[in-house]
């Protein structure tokens, strides 16, 4: 399985003026992968996808498939609340050379179970027509979108789209997520949206987890996912308590200021900049964010 294990929802670095800064995210993917990272996901949520450009969304995804240079899958954002604009986003990002698509639940237009399988269906279908069978993972993050799409719902979809190869859950409801894992047909991947509920749910039989905190260590959250995966879950949870209040820290404030705040204070980003509509993190966030970072034994 290609999307096993510990993928990072990349940051996106910015320049002081707000630009894109080519050299840094170029800069950053390859310490992610150096650093032992499985698989990385740009234009996430944690990428500030919806402030970006159509062309800036693939700018970044090319950059990002150049700097991994074959040697991790890139799985690329290419979701939308407009099923027409996923169709176009996935189908050049496949273009680029993506390895698979990251697609979300459609968000404020709060879709029917009926209305999602349309959705992720169409874009499945578009897909097959023009570039032949290519993965995509499905989104489901209510907090975000307004919508949860229920365990039905994605049993239905994984089972009638055969191009739908996963999901990522971040619903924060455990028993939707364990009757997915209990009923999902082999193969379909079930991957935690949620860093502090990866060691659990990979307990449960989940395949990894997309991860925030894997910004800032990614090398600690690949021997939490790799204990879990393997059975060795005394040294799992070692590391789950060590980094547990980074992994909740990281939402202190709308994500992603706090992990740039802290990237930037590890030396691993040079600007902390979020485009509009996020603000800067406060004086007193900042500080709990580097207050974080001594706990977890990372600065």
């Known amino acids: 399985m290609k999307f096993r294990g510990v993928g990072t929802a990349l940051v996106t670095p910015w320049k002081t003026d707000g630009a894109l800064d080519e050299a840094a995210l170029q800069k950053f993917v390859d310490w992610q992968v150096v650093e032992g990272i499985d698989f990385v996901v740009p234009c996430g949520t944690t990428g500030e996808n919806p402030a970006m450009s159509f062309d800036e969304h693939l700018r970044v995804v ?67 027509k023009k570039r032949g069978g290519f993965p995509m993972i499905m989104y489901n993050v209510p907090g975000r979108t307004g919508v949860n799409m229920t365990a039905a719902t994605t049993l239905r979809i994984a089972t009638e789209v055969a191009t739908v190869i996963g999901v990522k859950e971040a619903s924060g409801n455990m028993e939707q997520i364990l009757e997915i894992l209990r009923a999902r047909s082999e193969g379909f991947a079930v991957l935690s949206g949620d860093d502090a509920w990866a060691l659990p749910l990979i307990a449960c039989g989940a395949d990894g987890v997309i991860s925030v905190a894997s910004n800032e260590v990614p090398r600690l959250m690949r021997k939490l996912s790799d204990a879990a995966l393997g059975g060795d879950y005394p040294t799992a949870r070692r590391i789950q308590n060590q980094l547990l209040p980074l992994l909740t820290g990281n939402f202190i404030e709308s994500n992603p200021g706090p992990v740039k705040a802290a990237l930037k204070m590890m030396g691993v980003i040079e600007n902390d900049t979020l485009r509009p509509p996020l603000a800067p993190l406060t004086d007193a966030s900042r500080e709990k964010m580097r207050e974080i970072l001594r706990e977890s034994g990372v600065l």
């Open 62 to 128: 090319e950059l990002t498939i150049k700097a991994a240079n074959g040697r991790v899958p890139v799985l690329a954002g290419a979701g939308s609340n407009a099923t027409d604009k996923a169709i176009d986003l996935a189908l050049a990002c496949i273009d680029l050379g993506a390895a698979g698509v990251l697609t979300i639940t459609p968000y404020y237009n709060k879709p029917s179970p009926d209305g999602l399988r349309r959705h992720f269906g169409m874009q499945a279908e578009a897909i097959e």
